[in-house]
T-cell receptor, first 113, second 112 residues
């Protein structure tokens, strides 16, 4: 089954404790991206990647890191999480052609205390 | 500055009637527009899209209209069904290789 898999689905952590949210897709997509969804703010892009070893900042990259060492994986790293990073996170992927829609994972709900 | 605006946070429509969700954008260079639907505890799923060279695209009960001069697009759902209750996100991109910008979403409630 074609899918984008994020782990974990839920995570509660404390300020400053490094964490990684994994994202993997099995559709051979070149494009991958991370979004956060917050009440009243919709989906905001954190980072995206056009292909292996190519990453770019989105609209809200501060406090996050990503890597794209393999085509299928695009982990999101929070080196020192803070409470303002409490949010619902979505990973998405697509082909790099004009009409290819994004496929989203089911989300990771992160709480930083 | 918000480039893609969905000014209605929520909308309630009677089952069987038409649902119209609106979206405005500020960047006239956007050339591709998409609608995504999101249920609770799931990621958004693609619904329908339209290229800027068209003014209408239809897929079953869903039709998207684009008015470039007004920088406005709308999603029509006819007839509305209970399963259509969800959050709908409008999105736009400059070209398919660039990042996609999402609106804040509109929560649609279909009333029995």
């Amino acid at each position: 089954e074609a899918q984008v898999t994020q782990n974990p689905r839920y995570l509660i952590t404390v300020t400053g404790k490094k964490l990684t949210v994994t994202c993997s897709q099995n559709m051979n997509h070149e494009y991958m991206s991370w979004y956060r969804q917050d009440p009243g703010l919709g989906l905001r892009q954190i980072y995206y990647s056009m292909n292996v070893e190519v990453t770019d900042k989105g609209d809200v990259p501060e406090g996050y890191k990503v890597s794209r060492k393999e085509k299928r994986n695009f982990p999101l790293i929070l080196e020192s999480p803070s409470p303002n990073q409490t949010s619902l996170y979505f990973c998405a992927s697509s082909f790099l052609n004009y009409e290819s829609p994004l496929h989203f994972g089911n989300g990771t709900r992160l709480t930083v205390t | 500055d918000q480039q893609v605006k969905q000014n209605s946070p929520s909308l309630s429509v009677q089952e069987g009637r038409i649902s119209i969700l609106n979206c405005d954008y500020t960047n006239s260079m956007f050339d591709y527009f998409l609608w995504y639907k999101k249920y609770p505890a799931e990621g958004p799923t693609f619904l329908i899209s339209i290229s800027s060279i068209k003014d209408k695209n239809e897929d079953g009960r869903f039709t998207v209209f684009l008015n470039k001069s007004a920088k406005h697009l709308s999603l029509h759902i006819v007839p509305s069904q209970p399963g259509d209750s969800a959050v709908y996100f409008c999105a736009a991109s400059l070209n398919r290789d660039d990042k996609i910008i999402f609106g804040k979403g509109t929560r649609l409630h279909i009333l029995p």
